[in-house]
Antibody
Framework: QVQLQESGPGLVKPSETLSLTCNVS??????????WSWIRQPPGRGLEWIGY???????NYNPSLKSRVTISIDTSKNQFSLKLSSVTAADTAVYYC????????????WGQGTLVTVSS | QSVLTQPPSASGTPGQRVTISCSGS????????VYWYQQLPGTAPKLLIY???QRPSGVPDRFSGSKSGTSASLAISGLRSEDEADYYC????????????FGGGTKLTVL
């Protein structure tokens, strides 16, 4: 059974960089069948796809966030990470990591999500 | 403003059949598979329907999906109280909006 677990600070100051890590167990981030994704959900609102990374290091980001997002992967630790720079209150959300079937909007395993609040 | 359009709310009584629509365009629903996710209160989304009409193992056959042109629908028959949740459609998008787009979500209330 694949399990994903997000970790990182729950509070980030405006203009700073949000950093989260997703630890994967029961499966390998080096699989060539999957992308590893980040999705967020502002309080009381819908889902927003942030971006994904492939085991080769290839990435694809939401055009609306592209200038501020970096997703990286560490195959030796079986984890992948998200950095979102210059955050504002609008970036307050529950952040989920998920396993995504390559080239599809097919997210079959999700982390439990972690709330990140942007506030001074 | 979501790329895929869903009604914000839907409702039904126990045992009833309800449908939730998802409208898109030629670059997403019109040319790619549609996926549906169920999000129970306080939990992560769960894959409910994949490739337009396929159910993952463990999803009851009360849930079904369909697609026609640039629109898709999720149908829930024999509505139960535990079906009260938010439902999201998603698709791959070949335009500059993508590559992954979600609907805004539909809150289903079981009366």
């Amino acid at each position: 059974q694949v399990q994903l677990q997000e970790s990182g600070p729950g509070l980030v100051k405006p203009s700073e960089t949000l950093s989260l890590t997703c630890n994967v167990s029961g499966g390998s981030v080096s699989s060539d069948s999957y992308y590893w994704s980040w999705i967020r959900q502002p309080p009381g609102r819908g889902l927003e796809w942030i971006g994904y990374i492939y085991y080769t290091g290839s990435t694809n980001y939401n055009p609306s966030l592209k200038s501020r997002v970096t997703i990286s992967i560490d195959t030796s630790k079986n984890q992948f990470s998200l950095k979102l720079s210059s955050v504002t209150a609008a970036d307050t959300a529950v952040y989920y990591c998920a396993r995504q079937l390559a080239a599809a909007a097919h997210f079959d395993y999700w982390g439990q999500g972690t709330l990140v609040t942007v506030s001074s | 403003q979501s790329v895929l359009t869903q009604p914000p709310s839907a409702s039904g009584t126990p045992g009833q059949r309800v449908t939730i629509s998802c409208s898109g365009s030629s670059s997403n629903i019109g040319s790619n598979y549609v996926y549906w996710y169920q999000q129970l209160p306080g939990t992560a989304p769960k894959l409910l329907i994949y490739r337009n009409n396929q159910r993952p193992s463990g999803v009851p056959d009360r849930f079904s999906g369909s697609k026609s042109g640039t629109s898709a629908s999720l149908a829930i028959s024999g509505l139960r109280s535990e079906d009260e949740a938010d439902y999201y459609c998603a698709a791959w998008d070949d335009s500059l909006s993508g590559p992954v787009v979600f609907g805004g979500g539909t809150k289903l209330t079981v009366l």
